[in-house]
């Protein structure tokens, strides 16, 4: 799940989202508890104007992510 995700972002950095999108999918398809992998992929359909999927992923990652 860690290469997916290291990909996903590079790929989201570099502005190929599809791409990166498909990346963080499947590292969430891994390690559906990684709360950054969730965050990430939010971004990237922010980014793609899909509100409803970014609105279900960012939602994933609060509740995953530590209350630091």
Known sequence: GRGWSDLGFVLMRANRLKEAGYAL???IELV???FV???CLGDVY???NRPDEAR???DVCRR???ND
């Open 37 to 39: 992998s969730w965050g």
């Open 46 to 48: 922010v980014q793609l």
């Open 64 to 66: 995953l992510a530590p």
């Open 32 to 34: 559906p508890g990684n």
């Open 56 to 58: 279900l992923c960012l």
């Open 25 to 27: 999918s499947k590292a």
